[in-house]
T-cell receptor
Framework: KNQVEQSPQSLIILEGKNCTLQ??????????LRWYKQDTGRGPVSLTI?????NTKSNGRYTATLDADTKQSSLHITASQLSDSASYIC?????????????FGGGTRVLVKP | KAGVTQTPRYLIKTRGQQVTLSCSPI?????VSWYQQTPGQGLQFLFE???????NKGNFPGRFSGRQFSNSRSEMNVSTLELGDSALYLC???????????????FGPGTRLLVL
């Protein structure tokens, strides 16, 4: 069964500090891995999307890494800002005969305090 | 370019009723997917439509159905509502490219449904 596990479930950090979120998956055959940011009451917004051959991808202060061998990904937030307070969702896409299927992680809720 | 829009934003229904939610994708996007998000289950995939055809379906009962129109706008319908159907229903659109390469999904703000 395809699964995506994220850790920690929640995180509190001080403004200006860095943090790293983890995503482990057991999805196959692997197509790509995405990180989304979801503010409270809003739809998710794509941060990065990585295929099998990509080890790292950045989007501003967000840097995602992918280790396809160990089936792990991380999202690093640098110099956190209050606006980074949100849920971060890891999504893994599996290839299927009828099209790719997405498996969603439970998300990590990040709270940045001043 | 306008983003994905969903209507209504909020909805209150009672058990046994049916509901129809609407989604207008980004102009030029032909793929529309629907998701259910609850605090307990997180985001779960409902179905995906492309060119008026359902291309993918999640593990939801037949009470959940959808369709896509020729202008790519999509609707989803839930019949015989149950308390557990209370959730945020998200629609996402994406380009579709003939190479099969996946494109980024852009989500709408969602419709929050409360079933009493």
């Amino acid at each position: 069964k395809n699964q995506v596990e994220q850790s920690p479930q929640s995180l509190i950090i001080l403004e200006g500090k860095n943090c790293t979120l983890q995503c482990n998956y057991t999805v196959s055959p692997f197509s790509n891995l995405r990180w989304y940011k979801q503010d409270t009451g809003r739809g998710p917004v794509s941060l990065t999307i990585m295929t099998f051959s990509e080890n790292t991808k950045s989007n501003g202060r967000y840097t995602a890494t992918l280790d396809a061998d160990t089936k792990q990904s991380s999202l690093h937030i640098t110099a956190s800002q209050l606006s980074d307070s949100a849920s971060y969702i890891c999504v893994v896409s599996a290839r299927g005969a009828a099209g790719n299927k997405l498996t969603f992680g439970g998300g990590t809720r990040v709270l940045v305090k001043p | 370019k306008a983003g994905v829009t969903q209507t209504p934003r909020y909805l209150i229904k009672t058990r046994g009723q049916q509901v129809t939610l609407s989604c207008s994708p980004i102009s030029g996007h032909r793929s529309v997917s629907w998701y259910q998000q609850t605090p307990g289950q997180g985001l779960q995939f409902l179905f995906e439509y492309f060119s008026e055809t359902q291309r993918n379906k999640g593990n939801f009962p037949g009470r959940f159905s959808g369709r896509q129109f020729s202008n790519s706008r999509s609707e989803m319908n839930v019949s015989t509502l149950e308390l557990g159907d209370s959730a945020l229903y998200l629609c996402a659109s994406s380009l579709w490219v003939s190479s099969g390469r996946e494109e980024t999904q852009y989500f709408g703000p969602g419709t929050r449904l409360l079933v009493l």
